[in-house]
Structure formats: C-alpha cells, structure tokens
C-alpha cells in the first residue's frame, strides 16, 4: 500500500514537471518567432509615429495609434469595470454572506459570463450601438470591453476576498463598525494585493482581445481625441497588417505583436511586485 502511494506521488509529481516544462517550451517557441519574425520592424519610429502616406504598403510610419488606443480603451474599460465590480465583489463577501444560495446564483452566472466567447461580447456590443444610434467609437469599444472583463475582474476579487477570515468581520462587528466600514475598511484592506491583481488581470485582458472591438471600436490611423472618435488598438493593427502580402507590412505585425506582449508581461510583473510589497505593508 505504502509502496503503491509512492508510485503515485512520484508520477503526479513527474507529470507536473513535464507540463510545467512543456508551458514554458511553448510559451518560449511563441516568444522566439515572434522576435524573430518582428525585431527587424522595430525601431523608434515604429513606437512614436502615427502610421504616414503608403505605410500599409511598407512605407513610412509608425503604431503608435495602436498602441495610446489600446492604453485609453484598456484603461477606460478597467476603470468602468472596477466601477461595477468592486460593490459587487464586497457586497457578495459582506453584505449578502447569509445568502448563500442568492450568492451562489451570482457566481454561477458570472462563471459563465468569464466562458463566453469575446466575439459574441462584440456582437452584443455592435447590436446595443444599433439600438443606441452609437457609431463606432472609443466610447462604444470602452462598452463593449467593460461587458467582457467586468465578470472577470468580480470572480478574481471575490475568491481573493473568500480568504479573507470570518472572525475580522465578527471582530468589527462587536467594535460598533456598520456593514459599509467592513466591506471598505477591513474586508478591502485585507484584499487589497488580491484587488489590484484582479485591476492588472481585467486590464490585460482588455488590451489583449481583438474580438470584441472588432466591431465597436472602428479603426483609424490617428490617435482619438475625445470618445466619440473611432480608435485603432494593437490586436487590430495585427490582425490587418498581418493579412497583407506585402512582406515589410507583415514582418509589422510581429513587431506590433512583440509590443503587446512586452506590455502584458509588464503588466504582469507589476502585478506580482505590487502584491508583495502590499502584502508586506498590511502584514
């Protein structure tokens, strides 16, 4: 018997191992032709120019368009999402902990919302600019966005608030401290490393998706200047640059897709440097 656990052990732990391996192979492999296929299209220009006259016929140019759309709808998505999730995410932990089922039922909503395809966000979000006689737009990109992450952003939240100890709550409550100064005062303070990782994560996952802005966010060669304008975004400038023939265009779309993961594993790295040095603040 004491034998045979071990067998297991050891070839759970072996499987671990190999497909840990096998995540960092891949994710080394996609690194690799994407830098090998795009830093011959890098270059200063590339990141502060706006695209110029034949630039999509490999001529003179720049992302940089791409790039501050991506940043304002990434950003003003986050924050609408962060508007919207954070009551709900501490209402779910303090205010509504008794119901159990009535929470339970928000979670499983929101647990499918996560599974659903970006593209069908972007077709619900181009059918509410029909009906709303909104054209496409930063502000109808910023929508559209916020639908798709914001279920993300509640679930990571909430589980990071899950773990937050029962006894804080009780120990507020016999202090005299009403359900508001618990959600924001103990519950968010505990949570916060957890808070801004899920900020990081939705935001990630904004700056990411192409789908869902496909139709809502338009596209353009300059940068918005107010909402109401059309707004170019790096998954975007990919996806049509990389469907050109014309070799100097195409070797763009690796360089375009180098700088969006360059800034998502910024992002990262930010998270995971902020939440130790937050954690050891409250600790």
Known sequence: ???????????????????????????????????????????????SQEPQGGFYFGKGGGILNAIVGSLYLAAGSTFCALLLGLPVALGMNVHWVTKTKFVGAIRFLLNALWGVPSIVFGAFGFALMAYLQIRASLLAGI????????PIFIRAFDEVLRTVPQGLMEAAYSLGANRTQIAFIVFFRQALPGFITAILLAFGRGIGDAASVLFTAGYTDHIPQTVQDPTATLPLAIFFQLSSPIPEVKARAYAAALILTAIILIISLVSRLSTRRFKKNIL
């Open 1 to 47: 018997m004491q034998k045979r656990k071990l067998l297991e052990e050891q070839f759970f732990l072996w499987l671990m191992r190999i497909v840990t391996l096998s995540i960092i192979l891949v994710f080394l492999f996609i690194m690799g032709v994407i830098i090998k296929k795009g830093y011959h299209a890098m270059s200063w220009e590339m990141i």
């Open 143 to 150: 929508i559209t966005v916020t639908l798709f992450i914001v």
